[in-house]
């Protein structure tokens, strides 16, 4: 599956914005879906997960009750609707497709990869 990322952009803190992730082919449905996320000078990060149906959903704890993950399988598409944004969010955000699910996942358990959309919150 290829993926798209967009919606980055610039916020003030306490902002909100929504990325979007849309991907091509007809196995969308099939994968967990993942958001992840990498700041200047540091490793890429876990943000959340979705399971394939979208009722089951995974956050870090530095996002949690702030970000959203909500998925629409009929438009081939993931969001993550970011709320009460801080300047510490600011970051890289990457969508993945995986085939494994679970509270504690990592890059490893995501085969494909969106390029990535810039998130940036003034303080």
């Known amino acids: 599956v290829q993926l798209q990322a967009s919606g980055g952009g610039l916020v003030q803190a306490g902002g909100s914005l929504r990325l979007s992730c849309a991907a091509s082919?007809?196995?969308?449905?099939?994968?967990?879906m993942g958001w992840f996320r990498q700041a200047p000078g540091k490793e890429r990060e876990f943000v959340g997960a979705?399971?394939?149906?979208?009722?089951?959903?995974y956050y870090a704890d530095s996002v949690k009750g702030r970000f959203t993950i909500s998925r629409d399988n009929a438009k081939n598409t993931v969001y993550l609707q970011m709320n009460s944004l801080k300047p510490e969010d600011t970051a890289v955000y990457y969508c993945?497709?995986?085939?494994?699910?679970?509270?504690?996942?990592?890059?490893?358990?995501?085969?494909?990869w969106g390029q990535g959309t810039q998130v940036t919150v003034s303080s």
């Open positions: 979705i399971s394939r149906s979208g009722l089951i959903t």
């Open positions: 993945a497709a995986g085939l494994v699910g679970g509270p504690k996942l990592g890059e490893r358990d995501f085969g494909s």
């Open positions: 082919g007809r196995t969308f449905s099939s994968h967990v």
